[in-house]
């Protein structure tokens, strides 16, 4: 069942894993093998991925900077891209997560993706989960399985993008953008 890909999932308050506090991650892959995203809202600020994967410069969002997408795989990058048209189909350079967004194989020769990619994001390693563990997560009340926007994925930096994110949401979603970090010191 795919029917996380492409969605957003938001940490609840009551998940306090550091990986994923407060956090708010795409999901890219989802099936009954496990899942696969990337945390959205957590540059690196002294990484440049001009630097890491210079041949990609053209497409890179500012800022240039690579992105916590996760605690797995640290040594390895991840990118998505936002496509200038529509798309479902799976393409030579990557893998569609919806219609404007596909996940780019960072090893392929970049001049094939002119003309397609509109812009691109690096991220330095994924959330991963096994099969079953991300169905148990969300049922048991660990994230919020909410609608990606289309500005979702560019926004850099971005401290309030959980917060922009469950407030979206309007009724019970939105009281928890309220919550304070530390609940303790209310």
């Known amino acids: ?61 500012e800022p240039d900077a690579l992105f916590e997408g996760g605690p797995v795989q640290r040594d390895g990058a991840i990118a998505i891209g936002r496509l200038q048209h529509p798309c479902v189909d799976p393409l030579p350079w990557g893998v569609p997560v919806d219609h404007h967004l596909v996940r780019v194989d960072l090893t392929v020769d970049p001049a094939g993706v002119r003309g397609s990619l509109a812009e691109l994001r690096v991220y330095v390693g994924y959330a991963g989960w096994s099969a079953g563990q991300l169905d148990a997560e969300v ?26 994110v469950l407030d979206r949401q309007g009724g019970r979603l939105a009281v928890f953008a309220r919550f304070p970090d530390d609940p303790s010191a209310n």
């Not at 919020?144 to 971005?158: H, I, Q, S, T, Y």
Request: aromatic share 8%.
């Open 1 to 61: 069942d795919a029917a996380l890909t492409g969605r957003l999932l938001v940490a609840s308050p009551d998940l306090l894993d550091p990986n994923f506090r407060r956090s708010v991650v795409l999901v890219l892959e989802h099936s009954a093998d496990g899942a696969l995203g990337v945390v959205l809202d957590t540059p690196l600020p002294t990484l440049r991925a001009s630097e890491v994967v210079p041949e990609w410069t053209d497409w890179i969002r």
């Open 139 to 164: 049922a048991n009340g660990d994230w919020f399985v909410v609608d990606l926007e289309p500005g979702d994925p560019w926004r850099a930096g971005d401290e309030d993008l959980w917060r922009d």
